[in-house]
């Protein structure tokens, strides 16, 4: 088995999480929206889902609407506020450095009629109130600022951002499918509107996730059909997923202080180890990081591909920039937001720790990474060191 140090891509399922969604394919899969026991069974799990996960991302139950992930939530909050607000204003704000789930929206939306502002973040990535609210303006009826960066790993500072959303009365998204379960959210004490989440971020199954919507006069429906989600968001519900997504949501958040610790503590091992190799440097800020997730660019390659090539002959899983690029030679266009040069935004690698990995992985990680990084500088072309 390699070593999996990819956790911002995916994680494996929890073995609670298992356990818990087991019956729910074959002994108890009724139809929540069916009268008879086997149904009322499937929806007194769900509902029972919906207040757990509410509880853990402090909302009530009543604001959190089930997904099949992170890509939904994220094209539902913008799209719905869109097409609620548009007779309101056709201006957004957002930041150049936001998932692709985001920001190919927004350019639909743009090729749509609306104007959109791209904060661009400092060295950082972070984003200041200040220049979110000089972006404001009377017609701008939606903000969306991701919680925290899936590249660099900066947390940003939502509630701050959040509370001159709300002194100018525009609705504030946040994506926080990096953030759930690996720092502390609360959407009400956070005060945005809407909030995109996915299971599989932290250990729960994958295609099934939520969003928290706040509004009281909430988003169009996404899907019509049978009426389920309060109409919101029609088709029979994902039962083994949602209640696979509240198990490890449990979990997450009840070890969220002893895992921090224990990530903090390997991911400064990693960190320290790593920039000790000549033409190594971090990126994203230093402080407000995600615990356990660590990122560089690696000076004399041409490509990030050939260091995660050389790691996985290595027996280990780390990633280039991200994942949804990884198939693509394209410089990240997060690291270029931050104002890195492009060959540099195509030379980030990404390792991102999780409670599975040891202390001994991190050193025979970095042993492994030494070699990498020194075979790729002397194999591949150009690009001398
Ligand atoms: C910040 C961010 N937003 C959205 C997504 C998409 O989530 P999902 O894979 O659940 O569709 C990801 C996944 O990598 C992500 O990192």
Redesign the pocket.
């Known amino acids: 088995m390699p070593v999996y140090m990819d956790h911002?891509?995916t994680t494996a399922l929890s073995e609670h999480a298992l356990r818990e969604m087991l019956p729910y394919f074959r002994e108890e899969y009724g139809n929540p929206s069916a009268i008879y026991s086997l149904g009322q069974t499937a929806k007194n799990v769900l509902e029972k889902s919906r207040q757990r996960i509410a509880k853990f991302i402090g909302a009530l139950p009543t604001e959190v609407f089930f997904t099949?992930?992170?890509?939904?939530s994220?094209n539902w909050a913008i799209r719905g506020v869109c097409q609620r607000r548009r007779d309101k204003g056709r201006h957004i704000i957002s930041t150049a450095m936001e998932?692709n789930?985001?920001l190919r929206t927004l350019q639909q939306m743009e090729e749509d009629g609306f104007e959109v502002t791209y904060l661009l973040p400092d060295h950082l990535g972070r984003i200041s109130p200040e220049q979110l609210e000089e972006a404001i303006r009377p017609d701008t009826v939606l903000i969306s600022v991701?919680m925290?960066?899936?590249v660099v790993g900066t947390v940003l500072n939502i509630k701050e951002l959040a509370k001159v959303a709300k002194r100018h009365r525009v609705l504030f998204h946040t994506?926080a499918?990096?953030a759930v379960g690996h720092i502390p959210v609360n959407a009400h004490e956070l005060g945005v509107d809407l909030l995109?989440l996915?299971a599989?971020?932290f250990n729960g199954p994958?295609g099934v996730?939520a969003l928290y919507c706040r509004i009281p006069n909430p988003l169009p429906p996404l899907l019509t059909g049978g009426g389920q989600e309060k109409g919101m968001r029609s088709g029979t519900e994902n039962i083994p997923g949602i209640v696979g997504m509240a198990a490890a949501l449990e979990d997450a958040v009840s070890s969220l202080q002893d895992n921090t610790e224990y990530l903090k503590r390997l991911q400064d091992r990693m960190i320290s180890g790593v920039l000790e190799i000549p033409g190594v440097r971090l990126t994203g800020d230093p402080e407000n990081r995600l615990p356990g997730f660590c990122s560089f660019v690696v000076e004399g390659i041409p490509h990030s591909v050939y260091v995660v090539n050389e790691m996985n002959e290595r027996g280990f899983c780390i990633s280039s920039g991200?994942?949804?690029s990884a198939a693509s030679r394209e410089a990240s266009h997060v690291l270029l937001a931050l104002g890195y040069e492009k060959h540099e935004a195509g030379a980030s690698i990404r390792i991102t720790l999780g409670t599975d990995n040891t202390e001994q992985d991190v050193e025979d990680a970095l042993a492994a990474l030494r070699a990498s990084v020194q075979k790729a500088r002397t194999e591949s072309p150009s690009m001398a060191f």
């Open positions: 911002s891509a099949s992930g992170g890509t939904e994220d998932h789930a985001v991701m925290a960066n899936n994506d499918v990096q995109s996915s599989h971020k994958k996730g991200s994942a949804c």
